[in-house]
């Protein structure tokens, strides 16, 4: 099995660090707290999800973006604030879905 990468240990990281129990980070706030590009952020994130590594928390409004945008999470982050996690919300959010 193949050593976790760099961006992927920041990105965990950054994930941990910024997680509250009010407000977790979006990508593009685990992008510019790890230091890494958007487009690899993107992509690592999307992989880490998929592994169960992050999960996607709730949907926060931005002001760049007109559709809410993810918050992500590491599920044991999210155990030790108390934060409770619905079985069906996770499956629709990991939903695959086209990036358009």
Not at 10 to 33: F, I, M, N, Y
Not at 44 to 53: I, L, P
Not at 79 to 97: P, S
Request: aromatic content about 4%; hydrophobic content about 40%; charged content about 30%.
């Amino acid at each position: 099995m193949r050593p976790v990468g760099e961006v992927r240990q920041v990105l965990l990281q950054a994930a941990e660090e910024l997680t509250r129990p009010d407000c977790s980070p979006t990508l593009l706030e685990l992008a510019k707290h790890a230091q890494v590009g958007f487009l690899a952020a993107r992509r690592t994130v999307d992989n880490m999800r998929r592994a169960g590594v992050l999960v996607v928390v709730r949907s926060r409004k931005v002001d760049y973006r007109n559709r809410p945008v993810a918050e992500y999470s590491t599920p044991r982050k999210l155990d030790e604030i108390g934060v409770k996690r619905c079985a069906l919300r996770d499956v629709f959010a990991n939903w695959a879905t086209p990036i358009v």
